[in-house]
C-alpha cells in the first residue's frame, strides 16, 4: 500500500499543521514578551499589557524556574525563553507522536529499522 494514499495522511497532516500554527502563535507571542521586558516597555501601555496579560498564563509555569537578569534599564527573562524552548520541543514531541501513526509499508519500516540499527 503506498503510504501517500493512506486514509490517515491528510489527518496526520492537518494535525502537523494545526499544532505548528498554534506553537507559532504561543512563540511570536513570548518573543513580543521578551522583547518588551528587554526594552523596559510602559507596562501600563495598552499593547503591552495585553501581551503580558496573555503571555502571562503561558510563561507562568517557568516564571521561577531562573531569576532575572537586569542590566541598568533592561530587563532579561530567561524564564520566557525556557518556556520558548520547551513549548517547541513539546510540539516536536507531539508531532513525531502523531507521524507514528502513518501508514508505512513494509518495505519503508524495513528501511528505517535498518537505518536506526546504525545509529
Given at each position: 500500500?503506498?503510504?501517500?494514499?493512506?486514509?490517515?495522511?491528510?489527518?496526520?497532516?492537518?494535525?502537523?499543521?494545526?499544532?505548528?500554527y498554534?506553537?507559532?502563535?504561543?512563540?511570536?507571542?513570548?518573543?513580543?514578551?521578551?522583547f518588551?521586558?528587554?526594552?523596559?516597555?510602559?507596562?501600563?501601555?495598552?499593547?503591552?499589557s495585553?501581551?503580558?496579560?496573555?503571555?502571562?498564563?503561558?510563561?507562568?509555569?517557568?516564571?521561577?524556574?531562573?531569576?532575572?537578569?537586569?542590566?541598568?534599564w533592561?530587563?532579561?527573562?530567561?524564564?520566557?525563553?525556557?518556556?520558548?524552548?520547551?513549548?517547541?520541543?513539546?510540539?516536536?514531541?507531539?508531532?513525531n507522536?502523531?507521524?507514528?501513526?502513518?501508514?508505512?509499508?513494509?518495505?519503508?519500516?524495513?528501511?528505517?529499522?535498518?537505518k536506526?540499527?546504525?545509529?
Open positions: 500500500m503506498d503510504s501517500s494514499n493512506s486514509p490517515s495522511t491528510k489527518p496526520l497532516y492537518r494535525g502537523t499543521q494545526i499544532i505548528w498554534i506553537v507559532s502563535i504561543v512563540e511570536i507571542l513570548l518573543i513580543f514578551r521578551v518588551l521586558k528587554a526594552t523596559s516597555a510602559n507596562a501600563n501601555a495598552p499593547f503591552t495585553f501581551i503580558y496579560e496573555v503571555t502571562n498564563p503561558i510563561a507562568s509555569p517557568f516564571l521561577r524556574v531562573f531569576s532575572t537578569t537586569q542590566v541598568e533592561a530587563i532579561i527573562e530567561w524564564t520566557t525563553i525556557l518556556a520558548m524552548f520547551v513549548y517547541w520541543i513539546l510540539a516536536l514531541g507531539i508531532i507522536l502523531l507521524l507514528m501513526g502513518k501508514t508505512i509499508s513494509t518495505l519503508e519500516a524495513s528501511e528505517k529499522l535498518d536506526q540499527e546504525r545509529i
